[in-house]
């Protein structure tokens, strides 16, 4: 598999769980730079129903532990979340009726929307996580990591 994006420790919010279905998301965004490496617009657009069904497994752990801690900034976190899919679902949608290039604008976007994400937005909830009792590692293998998309 090509790297158009590579996961890296600056990326890491230090709570395992969410790390893991972070480097996940890093992958499945790789796979779509490899379908359109490869000028398959078939594997592209799997890829991305792929990245759309995860990120959305993903928010939701992410909304579930807020709820769970009372996380403060629960509801503008959300909206956050919302939006992201939003975007990445308009682009499916103009990549299906071949309105969008499938290159490197498409690229551009899910590596800004992964990494500014979890840079800030997602950085940003790890010291409440942490001080409500989030524990940075886990003793068991993860539900998500058993149902991982290939």
Known sequence: MSVFLEWSDDLSVGIEEIDAQHRELVGLVNKV???????????????????????????????????????????????????????????????ELEQAEVGEDLMELLKDWLTQHILHEDKSYVPFFVSAGAKPKLVTQSILSRLRIR
């Open 33 to 95: 730079y490899d379908g359109i490496q490869a000028g398959d617009h078939v594997q592209v657009n799997q890829v991305l129903m792929d990245l759309i069904a995860y990120t959305r497994t993903h928010f939701a752990v992410e909304e579930s532990l807020m709820r769970l801690l009372h996380y403060p900034a629960y509801e503008a976190h959300k909206a956050f979340h919302e939006a992201l899919v939003d975007r990445v679902m308009d682009i499916k949608a103009r990549v």
